[in-house]
């Protein structure tokens, strides 16, 4: 998402000055005095009369209010109700509202919805969502979203927020150069579409089970195809997506539709770039044909922003303004970030390219999100989040959960034996080295807020035993201090190295061109890696992953932690690690390819398979043909786990009606939707029993892939689900994994239709295989 032009000067000299005046004057510079109570409509107490408007009257249903208050505003001012900054109507006793907030991983300052001043001067700041959902955890997920809401709701009850929310980010990984890939919930559209519900729901639902009222309204983000930022100079503003029909629903829309029909979510945003040569926010076809008219969303449907700008003068796919903004309104759009539709809209109207019950249809949807958050309710205070306030916001629990959230997250990728964990006993001195070892700030990545607190990697570790420290370098590590870092280093018992990116590196509108670590970085490692004489940690906080092979094959690299960007609580996580007092069971959510895949392949082919015709090696491990340096799913404990299968079936009968053209001939497949009447109740279960064979206590994360047969170009694997299971020292639980054929064991071929594959898959169940055969 990008700032609206009037703010992107501000926002520049606010990065300039993160990054290269004291972080604190910065956040200073934010903690601002604000108002102290929430802005809503119909306050009847000040405004008797009020009482007389059907759209205040909370004992009519939602559509009704909605309707009554349409019919009661001018042209004009329903235009107002268009863009990011909606306008008031003092005469219905309704005030302005922002509607850009977001919430990440956390209440952001990004967006002009959240202000963070005196009052509330921090939230709670969670850890990236790729290493959220390296925990692979969805109770997790949701948790920390129902945290976030109450926060947001805290904070909107001082004035300080609004209610409606545009998180989560749940567009697919595709290629490891991605700036924004650290937004994500990685490559897998299973995992991105269960991280995306999971967090939705913990920011909607209510705790007092009305359904169809919601706590903050969420929105899924960016629809659809959009993950090119800036590479070589090729922006997302003008960016053209071109994307297949079968990779557009197999992988980049699954999350999206997840949202909405899984998770009720409130809102979807449209992207900066084309699909197919057609700018997403007016492609009637995603908006109206899908988001709206297949997936029944019940919400709205907001730009991206500056979108219509961009469209227009980017993309120059229109021939004026006008056009612009009809073309979108058109095509199904609800909401404009930006102030396009508040300039253009009235032209629109009155060159007869736009009628005004398609703006009726537009403030309907936003005037119906805002009333299911009780905006037209009276006062807040009055209502069920009336009493949150400054003392719910960065509780102790909200911070505890978000050490937790990290701990969860971090991934163990080697660890030799006598490594980890350390002793806090044995270990007198230890030296920690490299540029993210003591940077605050880089903890909290992209769409940040002010956190509560911060513990770095040199605090946590310095709380249980002595260190020793030395930088060795900045981030872009243009000339490493070597002889520094390894004069501690061999002085040592044993040596952490804080190494990767930040912003600088990789981020919003700054895609990478290499995927190896910054600069000097690999040399200090190695350099450090050869003098010390116990082991060796290397830790990677970063987005992306970093190829990382030359310390895979050092043996005096005794072990690789991936931390991604954890958050507030992160330093402190990470020392809970590698003192052992917490088992690692992250899992990795992407690939991590060599950089030999950056040089060979074109970051905006967007084709997810492989083309042995033209050498390209496919995308994620559901495609990639090639050599890695991690596989996603990697990931390593302190136990061992063992799994026995005990219960899965060899055959499954599709009983299709008599006359079906597949009982006279041989099918490769048949179709997979409800509609079909052996679709119905056509599933089975899968029971695991998985013991801890180790010494420790522990979570453990059991996949459950399939590799269907060969048809339709078919993944050649595919994550099906996961769980997350919790267990003491020799003891044993029990996993039981229930399969729909035509939702679970279906591909989507070549046209976009979803098929059951006929004839042998293959289950992965934790480490083990099991065959399958679906038969006619």
Known sequence: MALTYEM????????LCFFFILTHFCLEFKLVLAQTSAVFACDTASNPGLKAFAFCDVSLDVSARVNDLVKKLTLEEK?????????????????????????????SYTGPGVKFNNVVPHATSFPQPILTSASFNETLFETIGKVVSTEARAMYNVGQAGLTYWSPNVNIYRDPRWGRGQETAGEDPTLSSKYGVAYVKGLQQRDDGKKDMLKVASCCKHYTAYDVDDWKGIQRYNFNAKVTQQDLDDTFNPPFKSCVLDGNVASVMCSYNQVNGKPTCGDYDLLAGVIRGQWKLNGYIVTDCDSLNEMYWAQHYTKTPEETAALS?????????????????????????????????????NFATLMRLGFFDGNPKNQIYGKLGPNDVCTPDHQELAREAARQGIVLLKNSAGSLPLSPKAIKSLAVIGPNADLAYTMIGSYEGSPCKYTTPLQGLG???????????????????????????????AVVLVMGSDQTIERESKDRVNITLPGQQSLLITEVASVSKGPVILVIMSGGGMDVKFAVDNPKVTSILWVGFPGEAG???????????????????????????ADKVDMTNMNMRADPKTGFPGRSYRFYKGPTVFNFGDGLSYSEYKHHLVQAPKYVSIPLEEGHACRSMRCKSIDAVNEQSYCSNLGFDVHLRVK?????????????????PSVHNAPQKHLLDFQKIHLTPQS????????????????????????????LHVLHIGDLKHSLTLRI
């Open 8 to 15: 992107k000067k501000h926002q520049h000299s606010v990065l």
């Open 732 to 759: 044993e639980g029990f996993v039981k994994f229930n399969l729909d054929v035509c939702k679970h064991l279906s591909v989507v071929d070549e046209v976009g239709n979803r098929k059951v594959a006929l004839g």
């Open 79 to 107: 235009i107002t109700m268009l863009v990011n900054t909606a306008g008031s109507v003092s005469r219905l006793g309704i005030p302005k509202y922002e509607w850009w907030s977001e919430a990440l991983h956390g209440i």
């Open 571 to 597: 330093g402190a996580a990470l020392a809970d690690i590698i003192f052992g007092y917490y088992n690692p069971s992250g899992r990795l959510p992407m690939t991590w390819y060599p950089q030999s895949y």
């Open 463 to 493: 709380a249980s035993v002595s260190t020793v420290y030395e930088k060795g370098c900045d981030i872009a590590c243009a000339t490493a201090q070597v002889d520094n870092a390894k004069k501690i280093a061999a002085a040592a018992d």
């Open 329 to 365: 309104l058109n095509a199904g759009l609800d909401l404009n970030c930006g102030s396009w539709l508040g300039k253009y809209t009235q032209g629109a109207v009155n060159q007869g390219l736009v009628n005004e019950s398609v703006i009726d249809r537009a403030v309907s949807n």
């Open 692 to 708: 801890n064979v180790g010494k420790m206590s522990g979570s453990h994360t059991v996949f459950l892939f399939t590799s269907p």
